[in-house]
Every structure is written in C-alpha cells, then in structure tokens.
C-alpha cells in the first residue's frame, strides 16, 4: 500500500515536472501508429516444426516449397533415411551452400567441404592432387611430380614463394593488406597463373575449387564457378573408395543446426521421424490466402507472428547474465527501503543499467526475441528525456527528434510483419534496442554524474590528449576492421563511424583553435602552431584512404565534401571580423550554387561525364535508360515510388508487395519504402521534419556561438568547441541526408549510405547520430543554466 | 498606452525568424515536391537527364564490343567461348614470369590479339559488371541450349526422317531474321521468347557459317528457353 502511494505520488510530480505537456503527446504519435500498424497488420502463419516421414532406406528431395525457404533452390537438399537408422543430408543445388553446424557447437562449415587429411587425395577434372602433409599453418600437396606448399595465405611451389596476383608494380600499401596479421585467404584452384593464391590448372575455370584454412587443418570446398554440371571434382581418403565433392553428405543429430537458403532451423528428434525447428528467415503463410498444398512426407506445424511472448523459450546465455548485477542491486536496495539519497540514486542507476544492458542484449538477439519486446524497451526512454529537458531549444530538438525517430521505426516495423518471409523484423527490433541501450545509458551516466557531480576541468592541454587519443583508437578501430574484418565492419559493427565522429570533434578542436589565431583578432597572445591541425588531416586522409582503398567506395568522400563546406561555412560565419564574414559567406554562396548548376549540367552530357569518369555508377546516373543492368537498383526503387503515389500502399495493401524487390531495402533505399508505403505527402512531412532537425542543431550551434560573443572580451576555447562541433554533426547528417535523397530519387549517383534515423543502421545511429544529438542537448542545457 | 518600442522590435525579430524558418524548411519539401511529381508523371521510364536517349541496351553494345575485341568468340563445337576471368594477368605473368604461366591445351589463343586499355575495360565490364553478368549467363544459356539442338540434330539425321511429331522439318532460310536491337520478342517468331543477347550469338553463329545445312523445326540458333528473360 506504502509502495503504491509512493509510487502514485512519484507519477503525480513526474506529471506536474512536464512543464510542457505538448511533449508527451509528440512521443504518444508514434506509439499511436505502432499500434495501427499493428492492428492492421496481416495474419501471418509461420512454420515452427518440419516433420519429415521417410522411411527406413528411404530418400526424398526437399526444396523452397517443402522447406518453406525463400531463397533456397526448388530441390535444394536430398534427405536419406539410411538402413541404420541415420538421417543424412546431401546439398542437390547447383552453386547455393548448405550449412551446418554441430549440436556441440563449432563454426559452421558448408556441406560440401572436405577436410584435407595426410594421405588423402582429391581430382579436379583430370587433375590429380595427393596431399602429402596437413600440420597446423602448413600443407603440403603434390600434384603432377611438383610440390606446392600452403600457409593459409601463400603458396609455394616447391618451396619458393610465388608472386602475388596482382597486375601493378610494388604497393606498399597492398603489400600490407596482403601481410595484415589476421589475414586468411582461400588458394584458388583454376585459371592459367601460379601466383601467391591460385594455382593454375589447364583447361579448368579459376576458382573452380578452393582450399581454405580452417581452425588448425586446410578444407577443400567449392569455389566461385564451381558447380557439378562444369566439372567433376572427386576426393577420397585412400584409393579404394571415390566420392564426388559434390554428392558429398553429412549425419545429421540431435540439436545439430542448418541454413539451407538462408532459412535456419534445428534437430529436434530423429526418432523415427526427423524434426526440423525453424529458426529464422522462413516464408510465411497468409492465412487469408489459400492453405498451403501438402506435400508428401513433410507436415508442417505452425505458429503465429510472436509478438509479445516467444514461441519457444530463450536460450540463457551470458549476455542476459550481463543484466543480472545491476538489476539485483537496483532492485536489492529497493527492497531494502534506504532512507538516504545516495542509495536511491544508486538504486536507480542500477535499475537504469540494467534496462540499458537490458536493450544490447535484445539487439544481440533480435532474430529470436518477440517482435514487440525492443520497441517496448526502448520507447520510454525518449519519454524521460523529453520531460527532463529544461531549456525549450533542446526539449524542441528532442521532440523532433523523436518523431523522426518514431517514423523510422514505424517504417521499419512495417517492414518486418509486412513482409511474407521472417527476419525482416530484426531490422527494426535492433535499431529500437540499440536506441534503447544509447538511451538508458546515457540516462545512468547522466544521474549519476548530477547525483556525485564531479568536477570537469578540462585544460587546453588535456582535451588535445584526449582528442589525440580517441583519434588514435579510431585509427586502430579502423586497422582491426582492415585486419579481421571485411568491407561490412568488424564483429558486426562499423568502426568508420566512430572515426566519422572523431574527425568532427579534432576538426571542431582545430577550428576553435584556429579561431584563437592572431590573425583573427580574437587573441594577440597565442599563435597556434599548424601542428594542431595535423590530428584532423590524418583522420580526413585516413577516412578518404579508407574508403577508397578498402571499402573500394567514393560515397563517404561525397559525404566529408559537403561536411567540408558547411564547416567552411561556419567558420566563415562565426568569423570576427565584418569583411571576412559577409564576404566569406557570399563567396561561398555563389561557389555552392555554381556546383549546383556545375553537376546539373553535367548530367545532362553524358557524353562528356562517360569521357571523364569511368564509374558505373555515375554513367547510370546520366543515362539512366542505357543501363537496364546497372541501373537496377534505381529503376526498381523508381517504380516502387510511383506505385505509391502520393498516398502510399499502406491504407490499402497490408503487406508490403513489390516493393521488397529494391534491394538493400532496409537501409539504403529505405526511403524508397518509405515513400511506396506511405506515399508522398508522407516523405513532404518526413522531409520537413529532418530539415527542421538540422536547422534545430544550428540553432542551438549559434546559442552557443552567441554566448561566446556575450563574453568576447575573453573568448572561450570550449564555447567554440561546442559551436564547431555542432555544426559538424549536423553537416554530417544533413550530407547523409542528401546522399539518401538522392539516390532514392536519382538526383545523384546511387551511393550506398543509409538515411538517418530512417534505415536500420544500428553504427550509423549509435556511434554517430545518437552522440551528436546527445552533445547538441547537453550544449543547450549548459547554455540554458549558464543564461539563466 | 504607448507602444514599447523595445517589445516590438522583438516580435519583429521573432516574425523574421519564423519566416525565415518557414522558407528555409519549405525550400527541400518544394525540391521534393517537384521531383516526386516528376516521377509520379513519368509511368514507364526512369527519371532521366535530358539528354538524348540511345535505343541500345547495354548488354548488347558490350555483347556487340566483346566479339569486335575478341572477348567472346565461336568455336568448332558451336559454342562461344568468353575469354577467361584472369586473362589480364596471364597476359601479365606471360611476361614476366612465363614459367608461372599453365600451358593450355585445345583452347584459344587468347593471347593473339593486342591488349589496350579500351579491351581491359571491357573484359573488367564481363565480368565485373551488372550488364557484364549478365551477357555470361545469356552466352552460358545459349550454349547450352546449343548443345540440346545438336543432340536433336544428330538423332533425326539418324533416324533420317523428315517429320518431327508431325511436323514437315524445312531448311531454314539462309537469311539471318532482322530484328532490332532491344525488341527481339515480337520482332520474329523465331526469336519469340529469347533475349537480345542469345539473337545475337545467334547471328554470330550464323555469320560464323556453321549452319547453312540445319535442318528445323525451331532454328537452330534459338535459345528454346522460355524462362530466359531481360532481367
């Protein structure tokens, strides 16, 4: 009853403390159209267990149809049901894998894939290969009276190092990414060279089969242009029995898993049927449409779309252990009933942790959790913020920033249940867990720094060494991805955004440096030495190099161009003396307005762009109809748009149709769903939004800039700071936003980056919008207390 | 009562603000207003520059380029060869490191004709290349299907008959169909179903003189397959 009280009395003051109560129903709009979304959402069954009926001896072909697998072949697996009583697997298809991972755990390894033992021998074509040694990081083959060696990244012929593969002279640079300590790279079998990783064989394509390192010992799997039909592979542990490397098949167990088509499922009973569990990426049924036809020796069991309870439990693991501590104390010290400050304010913290740790963990496991479960975790999170805001500027950038926020994930919800195949949902459900876990953290590091609030002094010198630092971690981030990552990122996240995030803040150091420079007139006293500025150039250089040598993309130097010229803008802006500012500005005017009308006239002479640039992309931007093939991606995305009009599909069509045919429909054309979805008028509203969000954060950039000028009689290095960097997170959003707009609309090359606060791109938004809108509040609260 | 001037200089101020907000957030919800209009008025095609418009389709022209080149070439067997995937470095390594390089056996020269950098483009663009894909997989139907009409071919001049399913078999004309470049479907019954790209290999068969004496009830050049389509 005490508690009860209590906790009605906490609501009463939380409500009476919203000043402005506006905001509560800025952040009831989206929840309000989750729940139509919801409401309308079709009926969908999904396939929870596969029975296959086969009896002993017996074998069937199961494909898309019987496996309820969208991308998996019309008869992808065979399915023995052998004389012992053994259920064995055997991947049909011409060249899509079938995966498989021990109940036991380990890594999963295509079916077709033979591990190269001493002794052992394999034929390509009429190509012979005995291997004569496998030790850890060495094997040894012999083929043809030669001997080749393989580390797992170079071959030998009889013991010499081969060249590497490659056309052009000495690149350091190559040479480095080629030696790169967590380097592996498959020896290619095929094609008419001896070189650092392909070994040449007559009258087979390149890349026909691979040899790859696995763990301690060397695979044989199928490579590229591999498939049955274009040449006989055969392999054999001694010389009395040959199998082909395409018929081979694997046991299957109890708790062994599959991807077969990207449709993922588990064994759950071999005995005397087998059990398939689908886990993820299955196709759904409609159940308005007709029921699904039976096929023969496969029944189906199904489930309903899991919305707020899982349809099987969640496996525990360590990262739900993660929430267990704070939680404990949180809820410990609740019980507890502490009378002092302090041990509330840790009980909060503790329980604001645990929602926090609460959220990473939903994201980890987006693809099993109930649809529901992030949205709801995450949402009220922005409900707190919006009421503890005091200044109006930040409470309206919030408000704006929620409904954006909102939006995006509407859109995305929609584009997980609209879907007729499962997974589609996880998009959403990470972004809104990773918002969540941003959030609630923040949140508790907040409290706890105005609960023990120490001291921030931070000299000239020590914010330089941190910059120094956090610029060199970057750069590290940003080897480690080169190293053991891929063009995708690294254990699932994208480092380069965090580097894009540092380089805004060195650079906003460098420019409130600058501003201290004699020949502004800020400061006679203080020269800065050009050496400052060196931090943000070898970011800029690293992130352009980055991008083009690794990520082989010019899109992130699209983005850094326009970055450039706002932050060129505002400091033309901010500048103290008259001449400077009014000139500076209307000289940059008329040279933006000059690219403007510069690339649009380039664009209408194909000709002249074809004779410059080499790039498919910018030749389709220029001629579209030209490029059936290259063009694609844009021609889909175009007819998406037209076919929501201005109302959008949405109103009449519950699931999401033809528009799923865009590809990367989730994060780089998730505009062009967006606006087929919603229609037109939607993208105005949603257009109008985000450039209010951007001038918000120039607004609140120029408070800051204005309460600098208040006490110009001694400039402050942090105000500036504050004023840079606002800028130049709002500069990096409003490029992210134009390079969305225009490839989705075709006003630009097709560049792949993802639109923020819209498309599922859980770095874009936790290591770079997330923290510039966290900055941009903290700046305006500090402004707003300092004012008032 | 006398107005404050102090007051409504700063209602005038805040007026500005607010108009200049409003033209400042008006200004991109306008350029997207234009341009989701231009798109809702143009049914069928891209949004395009105005530039003059080409009737030739990519694949064709780089097909069309791959054969001038010698990218792409006929062989005995009917079939088109497409120049392998590491020609360049083979042509590389046969330089400097001839010894590295496999030596072939029963397959073409691929070495016989001069290498610039217009052929380098091209060969990347095979193969590196949405459209370049995609003549692969045409040339890669086409040739199969070049095998299945050799198969028919040999078992009804086995069999010598002149009927196939009671249909009279015919010589085909020794005129190659005309057809243009991007309509091939409605342009000739022959052609009905296939891609550009498979009329084209089609024609360089013919040109290659292989099938003057083949005998059809479908041309021998057809792709037969129903399922190939431009996309």
């Known amino acids: 009853m005490r508690y009860a009280f209590a906790a009605k009395r906490a609501l009463s ?19 309000i159209a989750a729940l139509w979304s919801i409401a309308q959402a079709p009926s969908w069954r999904e396939p929870s267990l596969l029975t296959v009926h086969l009896q002993v001896g017996e074998s069937q072909t199961l494909g898309r149809k019987e496996l309820w697998a969208p991308r998996a072949d019309d008869a992808h697996i065979l399915l023995n049901h052998d004389v012992d009583g053994q259920w064995r697997l055997r991947n049909q298809s011409a060249n899509k894998r079938v995966l498989w991972q021990s109940a036991f755990g380990g890594a999963e390894r295509d079916i077709r894939e033979w591990p190269l033992l001493a002794g052992s021998a394999f034929t390509v074509g009429g190509h012979g290969f005995t291997v004569m040694a496998s030790q850890p990081g060495q094997l040894l083959l012999q083929e043809g009276g030669r001997d080749w060696q393989y580390d797992g990244v170079y071959l030998r012929q009889n013991g010499l190092a081969l060249p590497e593969c490659r056309i052009e002279s000495s690149d350091s640079l190559y040479d480095w990414l080629q030696k790169r300590p967590g ?61 082909s490397l395409w018929q081979l098949s694997t046991p299957l167990a109890l708790g062994d898993r599959l991807i077969i088509g990207r449709t993922q499922y588990e064994i759950k009973q071999t005995v005397p049927v087998l059990v398939l569990a689908v886990l993820a990426q299955a196709r759904r049924w409609l159940v308005q449409s007709p029921p699904p036809s039976a096929v023969a020796g496969v029944t189906v069991t199904w ?9 099987v439990p969640l ?8 929430i267990a501590l704070p939680l404990v104390l949180g809820l410990g010290l609740l019980v507890w009933r502490p009378a002092n400050a302090t041990a509330i304010a840790i009980c909060q913290i503790g329980l604001t942790l645990s929602l926090a740790l609460w959220c ?24 707190c913020w919006l009421t503890v805001a005091r200044s109006d500027w930040s409470r309206r950038l919030l408000a704006v920033f929620i409904l954006l926020v909102g939006m995006g994930l509407v859109a995305l919800l929609q584009l997980g249940i609209g879907t007729a195949e499962d997974g589609w949902q996880r998009y959403g459900g990470s972004g809104a867990a990773l918002m969540g876990a941003f959030g609630w953290f923040v949140w508790a590091t907040w409290s706890a720094w105005r609960r023990f609030g120490w001291p921030v002094h931070c000299s000239e010198r020590r914010v330089s060494w941190i910059l120094t630092a956090l610029g060199v971690q970057s750069l590290l981030l940003l080897l480690v991805q080169m190293s053991f990552g891929d063009e995708a990122g690294w254990l699932g996240w994208q480092p380069f955004q965090l580097t894009q995030l540092i380089l805004v803040l060195t650079a906003a150091w460098a420019l409130a440096l600058r501003g201290r420079s004699p020949i502004h007139g800020w400061s006679y006293a203080y020269s800065v030495p050009w050496l400052r500025y060196l931090g943000p150039l070898i970011l800029f250089a690293a992130i352009g190099g980055f991008a083009l040598i690794f990520l082989h993309d010019f899109s992130p130097l699209v983005l850094l161009g326009v970055w ?20 500076g500005q209307a000289g940059w005017l008329a040279l933006v307005v000059a690219l403007m009308l510069g690339v649009g006239e380039l664009r209408a002479r194909p000709d002249v762009v074809a004779s ?75 257009m109008g939004m985000q450039t209010l969000f951007i001038v918000l954060l120039a607004v609140i950039a120029e408070r800051a800039l204005k309460r600098n000028r208040l006490h110009d009689a001694s400039p402050s290095l942090a105000l500036s700071f504050y004023y840079f960097t606002i800028y130049g997170g709002a500069a990096l959003i409003f490029a992210h936003y134009l390079v969305s707009w225009g490839t989705n609309l075709g006003f630009l090359p097709v560049m792949g980056q993802p639109m923020p606060l819209l498309s599922a791109a859980g770095s874009h938004l936790v290591l770079l919008v997330l923290p510039i809108v966290a900055f941009a509040v903290a700046v305006e609260e500090r402004t707003y207390a300092n004012s008032a | 009562m006398e107005s404050i001037p102090k007051l409504n200089r700063q209602s005038l101020r805040r007026l500005a603000w607010l108009l200049v907000l409003v033209a400042v957030v008006a200004s991109p919800v306008g350029l997207l207003w234009q341009q989701l209009t231009a798109i809702y008025a143009q049914p069928n095609r891209p949004l395009a520059s105005n530039a003059p418009v080409s009737t030739r389709r990519e694949d064709g022209v780089l097909f069309e380029r791959a054969v001038a080149a010698g990218l792409l070439r006929l062989g005995k067997d009917r079939q088109i060869a497409i120049a392998p995937i590491d020609l360049p470095l083979r042509r590389y390594f046969a330089l400097l490191y001839p010894a590295l390089v496999v030596p072939t056996q029963g397959e073409f020269n691929w070495f016989d004709r001069v290498w610039d950098e217009q052929i380098r483009q091209l060969h990347r663009a095979l193969y590196f290349s949405a459209a370049g894909r995609y003549v692969r997989q045409e040339i890669e139907s086409f040739n199969a299907n070049q095998q299945s009409t050799l198969r028919w071919q040999a078992v009804t001049h086995l069999l010598e008959v002149s009927h196939w399913q009671g249909v009279p078999l015919h010589l085909i004309d020794h005129k190659f169909p005309a057809v243009d470049g991007g309509a091939v479907e409605s342009s000739h019954p022959l052609w009905r179903g296939a891609s550009s790209i498979q009329y084209q290999a089609g024609k360089l068969l013919w040109q290659g003189g292989s099938n003057n004496s083949s005998m059809t009830g479908l041309p021998p050049q057809s792709p037969l397959s129903a399922s190939a389509t431009l996309e």
């Open chain 1, 564 to 583: 450039v010229s706002v932050l060129i803008w505002a400091y033309l802006r901010a500048h103290p003396l008259r001449l400077w500012r009014w000139a």
């Open chain 1, 183 to 243: 380097l592996r790279r498959p020896l290619r079998l095929g094609g008419g060279v001896y070189c650092a990783d392909r070994l040449g064989l007559s009258g087979i394509v390149l890349d026909t089969v691979t040899i790859a390192k696995v763990g301690d010992g060397f695979v044989l799997r199928p490579g590229t242009y591999g498939s049955p039909e274009s040449v006989v592979v055969n392999v054999s542990i001694d010389s009395t029995q040959k199998d």
């Open chain 1, 612 to 686: 410059i640039f080499k790039t498919e992309r910018i030749l389709v931007w220029t001629a579209p109809e030209q490029y059936t093939h290259a063009g694609y991606q844009l021609r889909r995305a175009l007819e998406a748009i037209r076919a929501g009009g201005w109302s959008g599909t949405v109103w009449r069509q519950p699931s999401n149709g033809r528009v799923m045919m865009v590809p990367v429909i989730e994060s780089d054309f998730a505009p062009t769903f967006f606006l087929s979805r919603y229609g037109g008028l939607a993208g105005l509203l949603l």
């Open chain 1, 13 to 31: 003051q939380w409500w009476l403390a919203a000043a402005h109560r506006w905001v509560v129903l800025i952040w009831l709009l989206p929840v």
């Open chain 1, 303 to 311: 489930r309903k779309l899991a919305w707020l309870w899982p349809d």
């Open chain 1, 315 to 322: 496996a525990w693991d360590w990262r739900w252990s993660a």
């Open chain 1, 360 to 383: 990473l963990a939903l994201h980890f496991e987006a693809r099993k959790i109930p649809l529901l479960w992030p949205y709801i975790s995450a949402w009220p999170v922005g409900l």
